[in-house]
């Protein structure tokens, strides 16, 4: 069940919220969707779910329109607002019955479907309460059984974990990813490693335009252009001769030495090459002794700041 966005423009006045973004995702697929606050994500988002309908171009949802086919559409969406919305006054039983019957599921299927989503949204302590006594984490567990109560094809969740404990994090997340085995997501978070855990792949939104597209392992690689090592070598004659000697590798670009760490440098590669198997060579040529030789990997966190950091 895949979500095609093509050319998606939103205006507000003269402001572009989302300027002419396009981006495809796959059945079976979780994908994570990055950006600052006021980047886009969230009008994005409302208008896969049909809340909203575009300024110029089209969100295709299984082959259909969100200009034209906003029911059927709905149907195959399970939706879990940034701002969970939730009658408070009402029992976590009431309440799921009462979106189970909105979402058109059978009548006889419904006491099924709302003993499934208690369970695997962890409700079972709490499933008696009035929902306005929960705690916030336990308000929005019941926001993703109602997200989940008509078993939709997609799902997409806009902070799903806001509010919950480090145990509930983790048992949601395994959730996400259980349902991701079948289902298309579209995950947005403001918790960037929370994006690593689940996300097979990360969108990152800012100003209103995809500013990148990838697997984590991929805007890594993207994002330093070259190989990084940390090493350190022991049982050289001269740090001057040592640092000539690694500059010397047709493979390495730059090398610089850490301040206040002993025999330890960081080494840069050419773009597009690697050097671990020629500094290695070098150490057992001169007989020098390799006691580190550490790939630095760039932070999700740093690959962010600098895309959205004008």
């Not at 990360?202 to 697997?215: P, R």
Request: aromatic content about 4%.
């Amino acid at each position: 069940m895949s979500i095609v966005v093509e050319n998606l423009t939103k205006k507000y006045g003269t402001q572009k919220a989302v300027n002419n973004i396009s981006f495809k995702v796959e059945t079976g697929e979780i994908v994570g969707f990055l950006g600052p606050n006021g980047a886009g994500k969230t009008t994005t988002m409302k208008i896969i779910t049909c809340f909203m309908a575009p300024s110029e171009g089209d969100v295709k949802v299984s082959g259909h329109s969100v200009l034209e086919k906003q029911n059927e559409i709905k149907r195959l969406i399970g939706y879990l607002p940034e701002n969970n919305p939730l009658y408070y006054d009402m029992p976590v039983l009431d309440y799921l019955q009462f979106v189970a019957e909105l979402q058109g599921v059978r009548r006889d299927k419904i006491p099924l479907r709302i003993a499934e989503m208690v369970k695997v949204c962890g409700l079972n302590k709490e499933k008696h309460k009035i929902i306005g006594e929960l705690s916030k984490g336990y308000k929005q567990r019941v926001g993703l059984a109602q997200a989940l109560i008509h078993d939709p094809e997609i799902l997409i969740l806009d902070e799903p974990t806001t509010g919950l404990d480090p145990n509930q994090i983790v048992e949601i997340r395994k959730l996400i990813r259980e349902i991701g085995k079948e289902k298309t997501v579209i995950l947005s978070t403001h918790i960037l490693p929370e994006v690593e855990a689940i996300s097979d792949r990360i969108l990152i939104i800012n100003n209103g335009e995809i500013v990148a597209d990838g697997s984590p392992e991929m805007l890594r690689k993207q994002s330093h252009g070259q190989e990084v090592l940390q090493v350190q070598i022991a049982d050289y004659s001269s740090k001057d001769e040592l640092i000539t000697a690694l500059q010397s590798i047709e493979t390495v670009g730059m090398v610089d030495p850490i301040e206040g760490v002993d025999d330890t440098f960081i080494l840069n590669s050419k773009d597009g090459l690697s050097s671990s198997r020629n500094v290695f060579n070098l150490c057992v040529e001169k007989k020098w002794v390799l006691t580190q030789m550490t790939p630095i990997e760039t932070k999700l966190e740093d690959i962010f700041r600098e895309l959205t950091t004008n």
